[in-house]
């Protein structure tokens, strides 16, 4: 059993940078694609970024390609996504997941994912 934890959420400035961190524990990460997802409110769940496995290419939401940059040490057990250039509509919870099965393809929307962690609340504001 997967257990995710993110931090580094907060309050930050249009503009800004955060780096968020996600935690695993319980196992390993590898094996499995870690994706980012974020629901802003009144909006359904979108995925922002998904690390594969093998290789650890990325792939990005067009709305956050050239701003955010997600990243993985499966040494660590941690997963990260830094994002830069903040925007007001950046404001959301984002989510930490892992999925097996998208390991290798980062086909997160087919194969769902199998472990959450609860989400961490970015405010962009001024």
């Known amino acids: 059993q997967l257990q995710l934890v993110e931090t580094g959420g907060g309050l930050v400035q249009p503009g800004g940078s955060l780096r968020l961190s996600c935690a695993a524990s319980?196992?390993?990460?590898?094996?499995?694609?870690i994706a980012w997802f974020r629901q802003a409110p009144g909006k359904e769940r979108e995925v922002v970024s998904c690390?594969?496995?093998?290789?650890?290419?990325?792939y990005y939401a067009d709305s956050v390609k050239g701003r955010f940059t997600g990243s993985r040490d499966n040494a660590k057990n941690l997963a990260f996504l830094q994002m830069n250039s903040l925007k007001s509509e950046d404001t959301a919870v984002y989510y930490c997941?892992?999925?097996?099965?998208?390991?290798?393809?980062?086909?997160?929307?087919?194969?769902?994912?199998?472990?959450w962690g609860k989400g961490t609340l970015i405010t962009v504001s001024s």
């Open positions: 997941a892992a999925s097996r099965a998208a390991g290798s393809s980062c086909l997160v929307r087919h194969y769902g994912m199998d472990y």
């Open positions: 319980g196992s390993t990460l590898n094996g499995y694609a």
């Open positions: 690390t594969t496995s093998t290789d650890g290419s990325t």
